[in-house]
């Protein structure tokens, strides 16, 4: 059964630093393409960053340019989301999401309908 399952969440204060994992089993996630998005509640689902499944090319939104690093170990069948100067807009359920279907050559950071399967999230919160 293929499945993501995030992991690295919690409560951190302004400032702060965390490390997201998503990992994949049932499939390996090695060429393909892998999202990581934000929800709050009220909001429409926020991408953060993808990474391509062909070269790890990584994309950031806004948002998540200058503080988030998105990395992948394959041999690990782990992609993570390494989160620096956390602010309190940075809360919200954090989610992986990975596309089976294409080639990997790209990835979408605003555009979470393109991609198959998501993990069940992981909730981050920021307390100043």
């Known amino acids: 059964q293929l499945q993501l399952v995030e992991s690295g969440g919690g409560l951190v204060r302004v400032g702060g630093s965390l490390t997201l994992s998503c990992v994949a089993s049932?499939?390996?996630?090695?060429?393909?393409?892998v999202g990581w998005f934000r929800q709050v509640p009220g909001k429409e689902r926020e991408g953060l960053s993808c990474?391509?499944?062909?070269?790890?090319?990584?994309y950031y939104a806004d948002s998540a340019e200058g503080r988030f690093t998105m990395s992948r170990d394959n041999a690990k069948n782990t992609v993570y989301l390494q989160m620096n100067s956390l602010q309190s807009e940075d809360t919200g359920v954090y989610y992986c999401a990975v596309e089976v279907q294409t080639s990997g050559a790209v990835c979408y950071i605003y555009n979470p309908i393109w991609y198959n399967y998501w993990g069940q999230g992981t909730q981050v919160t920021v307390s100043s």
């Open positions: 049932g499939f390996g996630l090695d060429n393909h393409s």
């Open positions: 990474i391509t499944g062909r070269d790890g090319s990584t």
